[in-house]
């Protein structure tokens, strides 16, 4: 017999049903076709099921691609084609309300982290303006104390060297004797 009868003679058929890899019918109850969403709300498990269908991503890149003018009919041509094919519009329309939502979030999101940086900038500027004085008085304290050692070592006479220390003493004269000559 043929593959799809249900004689129950043919064995190589219920061999093919009882292979390992395929589910059995114990296996094909409500959690085999409609996976297990733990802890989600209905609202989750709605968007979920709309990100499958068409949203409303789909309805701008189609919209896009069609003419800007007489827009009344070509919103009434969309509206009746996507109904046509079971497509939702109120469920597209619910997407956007979303995506709006989503986007007005992390755009409020990016102005406090960009007001979070532009604080952090004026703090970095402060605090350059403050190390820039500190560095301009530190050097104007050090060029006038600078000025004050000049002066002071400038008035003040040199030590004169006593001549004995100025002149190098003569050489000895070769003797036979290795005592220093010393001065009568």
């Given at each position: 017999m043929g593959l799809?009868?249900?004689?129950n003679?043919?064995?190589?058929s219920?061999e093919?049903?009882?292979?390992?890899?395929?589910?059995s019918?114990l296996?094909?109850?409500?959690?085999?076709f409609?996976?297990?969403?733990?802890?989600?709300t209905q609202?989750t498990?709605?968007?979920a099921?709309?990100?499958v269908?068409?949203g409303i991503?789909?309805?701008?890149?189609?919209?896009?691609?069609?003419p800007?003018?007489?827009?009344?009919?070509v919103v009434?041509?969309v509206k009746?084609t996507?109904e046509?094919t079971?497509?939702s519009?109120?469920?597209?329309?619910?997407?956007?309300n979303?995506k709006e939502?989503?986007l007005l979030?992390?755009?409020?999101q990016l102005?406090k982290e960009?007001?979070d940086l532009?604080?952090?900038?004026a703090?970095?500027n402060?605090?350059i303006?403050e190390?820039?004085?500190?560095?301009k008085?530190?050097?104007s304290?050090?060029?006038r104390?600078q000025?004050a050692?000049?002066?002071?070592?400038?008035?003040?006479?040199?030590p004169r060297?006593?001549?004995?220390?100025?002149?190098?003493?003569?050489?000895?004269?070769a003797?036979g004797?290795?005592?220093?000559?010393?001065?009568?």
């Open positions: 799809f009868s249900r004689n003679d043919d064995d190589t219920s093919l049903l009882e292979s390992p890899g395929l589910p019918s296996d094909l109850n409500e959690d085999y409609e996976p297990e969403l733990p802890n989600k609202a498990v709605k968007s099921r709309k990100a269908s068409y991503e789909d309805a701008i890149s189609l919209m896009r691609k069609l800007s003018d007489n827009m009344e009919v009434s041509v009746q996507l046509s079971q497509i519009v109120d469920d597209i329309i619910a997407d956007a979303d939502e989503r979030n992390k755009n409020t102005e960009i007001q532009q604080q952090q900038i703090t970095r402060k605090q303006t190390l820039l004085e500190d560095h008085e530190t050097v304290v050090r060029e104390l000025l050692n000049d002066l002071t070592e400038k008035s003040q006479p040199k060297k006593p001549l004995a220390e100025a002149k190098p003493a003569p050489e000895p004269e003797s004797t290795n005592a220093p000559h010393l001065p009568h």
